[in-house]
């Protein structure tokens, strides 16, 4: 995680505890707005943040806590490894439709030059593009990304 999502997570992990130590102290009506940011990290921990990402013969297999995916090999047309700037190159301006913040961004990310990309991010750096022919691409960063590239590219 980089530290710039890191000191996000840490500040949003902190805001049900704070709205629960205000609800106690001045009344129960932020009690509520606590329960829900906690059903929502639940679910973004559950549904949306990828645990693993496991190069297999012929697949990578995207495990989640609640499901798993399957993206045949054969179907990539390019594995790479991307820095910030590489990554702006070939998007262009970008917005996250989805989760972001908390453990990082996660969904959606529309860009200008290649629309809609499925993104699992969890650094705002060292980043794996992986191209699907005619599928939507996906940018991820597996924790060994250089090695990442290797291993799924077959080298």
């Given at each position: 995680m980089s530290?710039l999502?890191?000191?996000?997570?840490?500040f949003?992990?902190a805001?049900?505890?704070?709205?629960?130590?205000m609800s106690?102290?001045?009344?129960?009506?932020?009690?509520?707005?606590?329960?829900?940011?906690l059903?929502i990290?639940a679910?973004?921990?559950?549904?949306f943040?990828?645990?693993l990402?496991?190069?297999?013969p012929?697949?990578?297999e995207?495990?989640?806590?609640l499901?798993?995916?399957?993206?045949?090999r054969e179907?990539?047309?390019?594995v790479?490894?991307?820095d910030?700037?590489?990554l702006?190159r070939?998007?262009?301006w970008?917005?996250?439709?989805g989760?972001?913040g908390?453990?990082?961004?996660?969904?959606?990310?529309?860009?200008e030059?290649?629309?809609?990309?499925?993104?699992?991010?969890?650094r705002?750096?060292d980043?794996?593009?992986?191209?699907r022919?005619?599928?939507?691409p996906?940018?991820?960063?597996?924790e060994?990304?250089?090695t990442?590239?290797?291993?799924?590219?077959g080298r």
């Amino acid at each position: 995680m980089s530290p710039l999502i890191l000191v996000l997570t840490v500040f949003l992990l902190a805001l049900p505890a704070v709205f629960l130590g205000m609800s106690a102290v001045r009344g129960g009506w932020l009690t509520l707005p606590a329960l829900l940011l906690l059903c929502i990290y639940a679910w973004v921990w559950l549904w949306f943040r990828p645990t693993l990402f496991v190069v297999r013969p012929g697949i990578l297999e995207v495990i989640w806590p609640l499901r798993r995916r399957q993206l045949r090999r054969e179907e990539f047309s390019e594995v790479k490894h991307l820095d910030r700037d590489e990554l702006r190159r070939r998007t262009g301006w970008g917005m996250r439709v989805g989760a972001g913040g908390l453990w990082g961004g996660f969904g959606w990310l529309w860009t200008e030059k290649r629309g809609v990309v499925q993104m699992y991010v969890s650094r705002t750096d060292d980043f794996v593009w992986i191209e699907r022919g005619g599928e939507r691409p996906w940018l991820i960063t597996p924790e060994h990304p250089a090695t990442f590239v290797r291993v799924l590219s077959g080298r």
